[in-house]
């Protein structure tokens, strides 16, 4: 988690005062520690609660407004000040700026630019403070070049590697509505979905999605498909960019499993990603998809770059197309290879079990831990050595059966 920060409010105005709470309390990394309506105290009311941050609405009275921003930055030097307002006049912001305020927000206020505003703010408290740099978030989305090359199988046991690491919080995020089966590897019955996400977008805050994550064993948290087939089940791309602008504030990773369909949902998980894993195997209708998503993908500015190549399932039969022949039909780097283990990834998924719980030795285990090391190489431990197979959950009937 990161740090907390200790917030005090004013703003005269009842019903803007009264959104601007609601927005923070829907906050988990804002503390708010006091609200004011009127000008004229807070200036006491910060001195005596000494906040990390305060916020100035100048709205009712610019004048007493700058001069409170003015007087707290002079005084309180280690209080970040952030004011908004409904006028969005160059005059206005330059001098807030010049009394000291780090950012300026326009009203109506995006939650997405607060929490950007946030931290910018908190990166630089935590910079002057000398306690570092406090860690982003690394989100990766997981994209398949066809159906059943194994995207799912990665993102949930990549998200189960990274989240052993206890300085580490992970989301996975399931993009497909449809046959999405991550809820399946993790043996999980969830009481909240995506879908209930998508039903109170608009009033989306942390305690709605905190409630629709559901924690696996192993610290790996899952926001799910929806349970039923629903065709009424909408999300747009700047819905799922808001979803992702709150997680990010809290978790230091999201992984997100996108459907095969590209569509205008997928395409904003790969453009909101740092890094982007394009999951294939060696036969000709896959290598021929990957060219044509990587023309495809040509035409968004930088986001070529940040695209892996994986190839999954290396060695499953001798007619496979050689590596040194998919280089040549790509025409790119393949950044990861990782081994056809059929046997041990049915048994894990049948058992609902993550691979590092249930074959921590197994090569295969150990190609996807090169891939989260590599990722965030100071993220990801060591290989665990205790190879206890957990039989729990829907599947256990299947016993040893599913080898």
């Known amino acids: 988690m990161k740090t907390v920060v200790r917030m005090a409010l004013v703003d005269p105005q009842d019903n803007t005062r009264s959104a601007l709470k609601s927005l923070m309390l829907g906050i988990d990394t804002v503390w708010l520690e006091a609200e004011c309506s009127r000008y004229d105290f807070f200036f006491d009311v910060v001195m005596q609660t ?223 990603a740092e890094t982007v894993l394009l999951m294939t195997q060696l036969d000709l209708p896959c290598l021929r998809n990957v060219v044509r998503l990587m023309q495809y993908f040509e035409h968004v500015e930088g986001l070529t770059e940040k695209i892996k190549i994986v190839v999954n399932r290396v060695g499953l039969e001798d007619t496979q197309i050689s590596l040194s022949k998919a280089l040549e039909t790509i025409g790119r780097e393949i950044a990861w290879q990782i081994p056809n283990d059929f046997a041990t990834m049915v048994e894990a998924r049948n058992n609902g079990v993550p691979l590092i719980m249930q074959a921590p030795r197994a090569k295969l285990t150990r190609a996807l831990e090169v891939i989260a090391e590599q990722l965030s190489p100071a993220d990801a431990p060591k290989a665990e050595t205790d190879d206890k197979k957990s039989r729990k959950g829907l599947f256990r009937f299947l016993g040893s059966g599913a080898k």
């Open 50 to 272: 000494r906040p990390d941050m305060a916020l100035v609405a100048l709205d009712s009275d610019v004048n007493k407004g700058l001069a409170l921003v003015a007087r707290i930055t002079q005084e309180l030097p280690d209080c970040n000040v952030l004011v908004i307002s409904s006028s969005t006049e160059g005059s206005l912001i330059l001098q807030a700026m010049r009394n000291g305020a780090k950012e300026f927000l326009s009203v109506p206020l995006k939650l997405e630019d607060v929490l950007s505003a946030l931290e910018r703010i908190r990166q630089t408290q935590m910079s002057r403070s000398g306690e570092g740099q406090v860690r982003s978030c690394h989100v990766i989305t997981i994209a398949g070049a066809s159906g059943g090359v194994g995207c799912t199988s990665l993102a949930v046991n990549l998200g189960c590697i990274l989240a052993r690491n206890e300085e580490n919080s992970v989301v996975v995020i399931d993009l497909d509505f449809a046959l999405g089966d991550s809820d399946v590897w993790l043996d999980i019955i969830p009481d909240y979905t995506i879908q209930d996400v998508a039903e109170n977008i608009t009033r989306l805050d942390y305690s709605l999605l905190k409630r629709s994550l559901t924690r696996h064993d192993c610290g790996v948290f899952l926001l799910p498909r929806p349970v039923q087939l629903d065709d009424n089940i909408k999300i747009t791309g700047d819905q799922l960019r808001r979803v992702v602008a709150l997680l990010k504030t809290t978790f230091t990773h999201l992984v997100i499993d996108t459907s095969k369909s590209f569509g205008p949902l997928d395409m904003a998980a790969i453009e909101t």
